[in-house]
């Protein structure tokens, strides 16, 4: 485990605050407080990819038909017929950075799957 040092005394202090207001440990409110960021992070990168994907959908039916693909900064990066086998490679290349993963089928389905730890439903 790392260790993340806060160098903004105002931001001590508030930290400090809301770990006393929550009665909660200032590790704890530091740890909640970054965990929910990139959160926030991750979905807003898998929103970027979800609009990449229904912007290529055309080139990606003439392509990757019946397969899935793994989209990473708006691109295609990997493809597969097996979605395990294709989790597999993404995470052994980009290990935890969220990368969509999606079937490419012949009528726009609205429910993806995206590679992560918790699997979300994603609002298009």
Do not use: C
């Amino acid at each position: 485990m790392g260790v993340i040092a806060i160098h903004d005394q105002r931001l001590v202090t508030a930290l400090r605050q809301v770990a006393r207001q929550k009665q909660v440990s200032v590790e704890k409110a530091a740890h909640t407080a970054v965990y929910r960021y990139v959160r926030k992070a991750e979905r807003a990168k898998i929103r970027a990819e979800t609009k990449a994907f229904w912007a290529m959908y055309p080139q990606l039916l003439e392509q990757y038909l019946g397969q899935y693909v793994a989209i990473h900064e708006g691109k295609v990066v990997d493809n597969g017929l097996d979605v395990g086998t294709l989790y597999q490679r993404v995470h052994e290349r980009y290990d935890n950075t969220p990368v969509l993963l999606a079937q490419v089928t012949p009528e726009p389905v609205r429910e993806l799957m995206f590679r992560s730890p918790r699997l979300e439903p994603i609002a298009l």
